[in-house]
């Protein structure tokens, strides 16, 4: 699968839709911590459980994007 899009930033689209992915899915799972830090402060077990989930999908979803994003770069070198 090529990607000829280069669009405005000279990266093909779908190498620069891996790195938004990942970026983002990274740093949102960062910021779960503090939202697992206040429901816990709080004392919502419950609250701070899903927290977790959402942050744990988020390390897997970012885990998936740097595979992806390993094997498109290698098959492209």
Do not use: C, P
Request: charged content about 30%; overall charge negative.
């Amino acid at each position: 699968m090529t990607d000829s899009s280069q669009g405005n930033t000279g990266t093909g689209d779908v190498t620069y839709n891996l790195v938004s992915i990942l970026y983002h899915a990274l740093q949102a799972a960062e910021t779960h911590d503090q939202y697992i830090r206040d429901a816990e402060e709080s004392g919502d077990q419950d609250l701070a459980a899903f927290f977790r989930e959402v942050k744990n999908e988020n390390t897997r979803r970012a885990e998936r994007s740097k595979e992806l994003l390993a094997r498109r770069l290698t098959s492209n070198s």
